[in-house]
Every structure is written in C-alpha cells, then in structure tokens.
T-cell receptor, first 117, second 115 residues
Framework: AQKVTQAQTEISVVEKEDVTLDCVYETRDTTYYLFWYKQPPSGELVFLIRRNSFDEQNEISGRYSWNFQKSTSSFNFTITASQVVDSAVYFCALSPRRTYNFNKFYFGSGTKLNVKP | NAGVTQTPKFRVLKTGQSMTLLCAQDMNHEYMYWYRQDPGMGLRLIHY???????AKGEVPDGYNVSRLKKQNFLLGLESAAPSQTSVYFC??????????????FGSGTRLTVV
C-alpha cells in the first residue's frame, strides 16, 4: 500500500519562528520519490523539492530544509525564521518508481501553515 | 508564459447539468492528469493520459469522462453534475511518467460548485 500521512492539519506560528512540517510515508517499493509542494492562498501548486529513495542527504535551500530518514519513513520540512509569505498549505507526496507504468503520485492531506506578523 | 492553463477558473452548476473543463499545456508534455482536491483529503487522481489519444482511470473516475484528442489539451467532462463533485480541480502535466525531475507542472485550479 502507498500512503502519505501529514498528521498536522494546521500550524500557527509567529513570524521569525522555526517550524517543522511532518510527513510520514508508507510504501513497499524500494525505489521511490518524495516531493513537497506549496499551495499559497492564490491556489496554485508550486513544486519545492524532489528526493529519491537512495539519497538520504539532508537538503537546505535558503530558509528551507528537508530531513529524509528512511529508517522512520519520514520526510520532514523545516522553515527557519518563518515569514508571513510562507503562509500556505504544504503537501507531501510519494511517487513509487515504475518501469512499466507511469509514476503515480500519492498526496498527503496537507498542512496549513499560518505565519502571523 | 509556458505552463498549464485551466479554464474556467470558477463555475457554479446546477445538479444534473453538464460541463467541460479544459486544460492546455504548451510544454510538449506527454503525460497529463486531472486531480480533485477536497478538504482534508489531499489530491486524488481522477483520470490521466500517457499520450495523445490515450486516457486511463485514476482513483476516483466515476462521474467523469476525459478526452485527449490533441497532445496539448486534456478535457475533463461532467455529464450530469452532482453536489459530491463540488471540489477544486487541478490539471497537471509532466514530460515523462517515468522520470519526474521536477514533479508535475500544475495548473492554477478550477473551483467548481454544484448546487
């Protein structure tokens, strides 16, 4: 079974606080991709990052960082020094690698982040 | 700007009416997808297409039909709208279904309300 769980429905922080969004996934595949997408109030979905299952190195991009741990099947997303513009719904997604079919996405239910000034 | 364009952006339908949502991409992508987004449920795949002239069912295909007559367009039809189809619909495309370097490119969504 393929499943992505984002247990945090909504998080509120004050600007400049650090915040971590949790993502736990389930898959029996050994090769897969993990993604994070941002959905700002305007509604579009914006790609943030892709990781493959063989690369457990943490990644940092500006104020964003991602912690991938296969041992706990987690792919958590941290925003450092949050800003009001970070307010959005964030989706984690899993895509098992297939050699005979397309890579289907399994999305989590999303975490709504509210950053207050 | 290159990307995925969805029309219309908003629509209100009466139960039993029909309509078609249009998705157009200008990136020469082979794969196109229709998702619906409902509160607390993330995005669920309705139908997808792996190339011009092909379509296939996703997780929640009932009540919808699709067509991909041209590579750049993917149409989603509701033959007889029901209140349960009130949702936000997203179209997406990708160059290949096997190698997702940047995930999908999503459209901006269509908010559909069925009353």
């Amino acid at each position: 079974a393929q499943k992505v769980t984002q247990a945090q429905t909504e998080i509120s922080v004050v600007e400049k606080e650090d915040v971590t969004l949790d993502c736990v996934y389930e898959t029996r595949d050994t090769t897969y991709y993990l993604f994070w997408y941002k959905q700002p109030p305007s509604g579009e979905l914006v790609f943030l990052i892709r990781r493959n299952s063989f690369d457990e190195q943490n990644e940092i991009s500006g104020r964003y960082s991602w912690n991938f741990q296969k041992s706990t099947s987690s792919f958590n997303f941290t925003i450092t020094a949050s800003q009001v513009v970070d307010s959005a719904v964030y989706f984690c997604a899993l895509s098992p690698r297939r050699t005979y079919n397309f890579n289907k996405f399994y999305f989590g239910s999303g975490t709504k982040l509210n950053v207050k000034p | 700007n290159a990307g995925v364009t969805q029309t219309p952006k908003f629509r209100v339908l009466k139960t039993g009416q029909s309509m078609t949502l249009l998705c157009a991409q200008d990136m020469n992508h082979e794969y196109m997808y229709w998702y619906r987004q409902d509160p607390g449920m993330g995005l669920r795949l309705i139908h997808y297409s792996v190339g011009e002239g092909t379509t296939a069912k996703g997780e929640v295909p009932d009540g919808y039909n699709v067509s991909r007559l041209k590579k750049q367009n993917f149409l989603l039809g509701l033959e007889s709208a029901a209140p349960s189809q009130t949702s936000v619909y997203f179209c997406a495309s990708s160059y290949s279904g096997r190698t997702l370097t940047d995930g999908y490119t999503f459209g901006s969504g269509t908010r559909l309300t069925v009353v």
